[in-house]
């Protein structure tokens, strides 16, 4: 039979490991900074965005869609996020103030009009010193299982999900051994293996080759323009072979475009 005292001392001891190897686990999730694309118009939503941006539409849960995110994000313990603004960017910012259980600051993005999202991307990120980068759409509603999927481990990864049917508007993603291989709304539904759920985790250690990729890509004069997207970042790290995709259930995430996508959603 075991003493007592060594029984106390083993248990201990089993205590303390565990709660470091939750404490690192959780120090992962607090050093990521959540950074939301929330510039844009929100054109076919209309006139449900004539006079608020499209993350702050509600669902019939009385709910904002950026709510969700906001939420679940921090259940998993991110405690800090950045909004990339742009279209009716003062009611964001308003929202934004009213959140007490996550540190949340706005970047103005001037040229929302103009330009597509990897310009947000861009100025979000100029200032940013190197850290654990987690990117998504304000326009689509997250669980928590899509940010648990991210940190189970500290390599960069795009949240992906299998499915039968490609939809016009998914962002395909042809996959290697768990690796992205090519990304975009231009494959063909052949090459598909998933689609993107819109939430890319860049892990602090490919910080550098993420911020090089855009500085580049921000020198060109074609990106910012129709037809690029913030996804054409993940292509070029890709190439690196830094990138794996993680798959979690489509019923985890829903990206709301259109008032027949809201209406899908209240069901």
């Known amino acids: 039979m075991v003493p007592t005292s060594l029984f106390v001392i083993l248990i201990e001891q089993f205590i303390t490991l565990c709660s470091s190897d939750i404490r690192k686990h959780m120090n992962h999730i607090e050093s990521s900074k959540l950074l939301i694309l ?135 993603v042809v996959t290697t051994n768990n690796h992205v291989d090519k990304v975009g709304k231009s494959l063909s539904p052949s090459q598909i293996d998933a689609i993107s759920a819109g939430v890319f985790y860049i892990s602090e250690s490919d910080f550098e080759l993420f911020r090089n990729i855009i500085n580049d890509i921000a020198r060109s004069d074609k990106h910012f323009t129709t037809g690029h997207y913030w996804h054409d970042i993940v292509e070029k790290m890709s190439g690196k072979g830094t990138v794996e995709t993680r798959n979690v259930d489509k019923k985890e995430w829903f990206e709301i475009d259109t008032k027949k996508d809201l209406k899908k959603y209240s069901k």
């Not at 999202?117 to 861009?122: E, G, I, N, R, T």
């Open 38 to 172: 929330a510039a844009g118009q929100g054109t076919r939503l209309r006139p449900l965005t004539s006079n608020r941006p499209k993350p702050l539409v509600i669902t019939d849960e009385n709910r904002h869609i950026l709510d969700y995110q906001i939420e679940a994000a921090s259940n998993v313990g991110i405690q800090s996020a950045r909004i990339i603004t742009g279209y009716k960017a003062n009611k964001i910012g308003k929202f934004a103030s009213r959140v007490n259980h996550m540190d949340i600051e706005t970047v103005y993005n001037p040229f929302f009009k103009e330009f597509n999202p990897l310009c947000s991307l861009w100025i979000g990120v100029n200032d940013l010193g190197k850290t654990g980068l987690i990117i998504t759409n304000g326009d689509t509603i997250y669980t928590e299982a899509v940010f648990d999927a991210i940190h189970q481990n500290q390599t960069s990864q795009l949240v992906c999900s299998t499915t039968d049917s490609v939809q016009q508007d998914d962002m395909g």
